[in-house]
């Protein structure tokens, strides 16, 4: 003779309805973190790549005496795609920012000083931290709206 408990087969709709909630809760905890380790990635991605245009700025100012004219006139940003002919020698490629394909008006920034052409500073849009300016003498006022927006890195 079976006992009561051993003839009944299956899950009660209680115990499918914990299961699935459990494991929706794992799922958005895991796309969650997900989300911010992708966002971390790209903004180390975003430090190399300025690191990078930092040492061809250089090696340019090094030839030159001055820092590249790349933008319509000094004090003004435009984008870092604007430095590829002054920096062909120096890097194959302009890096762009690791989320989007093309430039954009959020992405790297360049801008060179009046200050005897000794000053550039690059504006870089992280994400997961604190967007900032890098650079050489850089002019407290360059990007700034509001105050506090853009502290150098």
């Known amino acids: 003779m079976k006992k009561a408990w051993a003839a009944k087969k299956g899950f009660t709709i209680i115990e499918l309805l914990v299961s699935i909630a459990v494991i929706a809760i794992l799922a958005g905890i895991t796309i969650v973190s997900y989300s911010s380790i992708q966002q971390r990635a790209r903004d180390t991605e975003r430090s190399g790549d300025i690191i990078q245009l930092k040492v061809a700025i250089e090696k340019y100012r090094a030839e030159k005496s001055m820092y ?3 933008c319509a006139a ?3 940003g435009c984008p870092v795609s604007n430095l590829a002919p002054y920096l062909a020698p120096y890097l194959d490629t302009i890096p762009h920012d690791p989320r989007n394909a ?3 008006a959020d992405d790297y920034t360049y801008i060179r ?3 005897a052409q000794d000053s550039y500073a690059i504006r870089i849009a992280y994400e997961a931290k604190t967007k900032c300016k890098d650079g050489t ?3 407290a006022a360059w990007w700034v709206v509001n105050p506090g927006d853009y502290p150098t890195c």
Do not use: K, L
């Open 137 to 139: 003498n850089i002019n």
């Open 74 to 76: 000094v004090d003004t």
């Open 113 to 115: 000083g009046t200050v």
């Open 68 to 70: 590249p004219q790349a």
């Open 102 to 104: 093309v430039d954009s």
